[in-house]
């Protein structure tokens, strides 16, 4: 009676130590956050506290599940042990998620497990995060006697799970914050960067009909809610401007720059796309969607081909401009926002506020401030420059050496009329130096329409030559101004069409009071 009772003291006593192991392993792995640090806690409370010989824990690396850490007896050997998960008693219970003791009688099935019990040893084996997450196994050999303290490891093995899961997420927290952090400095570099570049291609233009333009850009940087209507022919440079605008905007430089072309989309994926959608809110969205209105706060929002816009997304969208904020599609919460919004037309939408396609008050609201781009038929001083631009920067990018232009070259691409304005005249440069084989840009080598040349080509040819105009990276020596050239020009034209001022405005591409003008300015 008396060995009874003290084999139940002796017992409570073993409970009330490994309880009070439990206690502390759970404050250590509290305090962990890296899974080495728990599982070092773990091994050592089984080896300690549990009185195993060996203990270890085993992970899936690279399809196959290999000791991480192994503490105790043969603890050199177990961190070498590799099985696969069909292997043995060990992938059984790998692939089962169920606890398992293993008793000497079972030793023949496994020669792994039998090369490492001894007489009267138990094994037991208890998955980690169970048969779904399988986040590794821990493994014990503790003495046939101590096998009823198996409900004790697997608390212990509770706490490693909980611990393990706590230290994914903290290293996936991590992760995401300095993958944002590198991210927010990479979109810092991009937007310097194209806010530089941006600014660098927009001051090309010397012709005087772009300085209104270049006066309203500079007014409506100084204010950053104010809207902004660009109108123009399709390939004027809208999309450039609407650009400048936003990185010569101090307020917004710093947020986004998004675009959405309203003639591409359905009306239903294009209310889709500016104003998001919640999850279920339609038969496909299987998630909540932010749109573009939400992603351009504090940034910009161009919206080009907007006369394009159905009457019903006008009608949200105005009241997302009077009021500052909206509802996802399917919701049913308002979400501020701070924006400027920069739309885009190539059509006349006083006709089209006439005809019933485009809202009036929408129109109004938009019409704040307008700038309206002209073609590049009506500003002739822009094509050389635009065109010697051009050519610099596709003989980088191609890795060709091009020069410049020959002048007869010059003579033909001033004679156009590029009813795809600027986005046409970059296409032409490009495919010349593609397809030219000299060092100097000839006619040869572009593609121009026939119907658009002002004169047939032979005419233009026999017209007094100019001096090959060269790339800014080629120049060695200093180049004439452009009124010098166009000066030049307009007198060899003059002489050559005998100083009839009708054939020779023709010939130029300009109107006869502009001629007239120029004639009076230059002396000519």
Not at 259 to 265: Q, R
Not at 291 to 296: R, S
Not at 337 to 362: M, P, S, Y
Not at 363 to 379: A, N, Q, S, T
Request: with cysteine; hydrophobic share 40%; charged share 30%.
């Amino acid at each position: 009676m008396a060995e009874k009772k003290e084999l139940l003291q002796l017992t409570e006593s073993r409970e009330n130590i490994q309880l009070a192991a439990i206690q502390e392993v759970s404050e250590a792995i509290a305090s962990k956050l890296s899974i080495a640090e728990i599982l070092e806690v773990i091994t050592k409370a089984a080896v300690i506290t549990f009185e195993a010989s060996s203990a270890w824990v085993m992970m899936k690396e690279a399809e196959k599940i290999r000791t991480v850490i192994a503490r105790g007896r043969d603890s050199h050997t177990l961190k070498e042990l590799i099985i696969h998960s069909d292997q043995g008693i060990l992938g059984e219970v790998w692939n089962n998620g169920k606890v398992e003791i293993i008793i000497p009688g079972r030793m023949n099935r496994d020669e792994i497990i039998a090369s490492l019990l001894e007489e009267r040893e138990s094994l037991i084996l208890i998955p980690l995060g169970g048969r779904e997450k399988k986040l590794g196994m821990l493994a014990c050999i503790v003495p046939q006697k101590l096998a009823v303290s198996m409900r004790f490891l697997i608390t212990l093995a509770g706490q490693a799970t909980l611990g393990i899961e706590k230290a994914r997420l903290s290293r996936s927290l991590a992760d995401k914050t300095s993958e944002n952090v590198k991210l927010l400095k990479k979109v810092n570099l991009f937007n310097e960067g194209k806010a530089r570049q941006i600014k660098q291609d927009f001051y090309w233009s010397n012709s005087p009909a772009m300085g209104t333009v270049y006066h309203l850009v500079e007014r409506v940087n100084l204010s950053p809610s104010t809207p902004v209507l660009l109108g123009g022919e399709t390939g004027t440079g809208k999309e450039l401007i609407a650009n400048y605008i936003h990185y010569g905007t101090q307020e917004r430089e710093k947020g986004s720059f998004l675009e959405l072309n309203c003639a591409s989309l359905s009306e239903n994926l294009l209310e889709s796309e500016l104003f998001g959608h919640e999850k279920g809110a339609f038969t496909d969205a299987k998630e909540t969607k932010k749109g573009l209105l939400e992603l351009a706060n504090q940034g910009t929002l161009f919206l080009d081909e907007i006369g394009d816009m159905s009457l019903r997304v006008q009608a949200r969208l105005l009241r997302v401009l009077e009021n500052m904020n909206f509802r996802r599609v399917g919701g049913i919460k308002d979400i501020q926002v701070e924006f400027r919004l920069v739309a885009a037309t190539n059509k006349d939408l006083e006709i089209e506020v006439e005809r019933g396609n485009f809202r009036r008050d929408l129109f109004h609201r938009l019409k704040v401030i307008c700038i309206d781009i002209p073609p590049l038929r009506e500003r002739k001083d822009d094509i050389i420059p635009l065109a010697k631009f051009f050519l610099e920067k596709f003989t980088l990018r191609l890795r060709r050496v091009i020069t410049g232009l020959s002048p007869l070259t010059a003579k033909i691409l001033i004679a156009y009329d590029y009813p795809g304005n600027i986005r046409e005249l970059k296409n032409i440069i490009e495919r010349g130096v593609i397809m030219e084989t000299d060092s100097i840009l000839h006619p040869e080598s572009l593609t121009l329409s026939s119907t658009f040349l002002k004169e047939p080509i032979d005419l233009i040819a026999s017209l007094p030559s100019l001096p090959a105009l060269k790339s800014p990276s080629s120049e060695s020596n200093q180049l004439p101004t452009l009124k010098q050239v166009e000066k030049e020009h307009i007198k060899r034209s003059l002489d050559y069409t005998g100083r009839n001022k009708t054939r020779t405005s023709k010939l130029l591409g300009i109107s006869y009071p502009t001629l007239d003008k120029k004639i009076k300015d230059y002396n000519l």
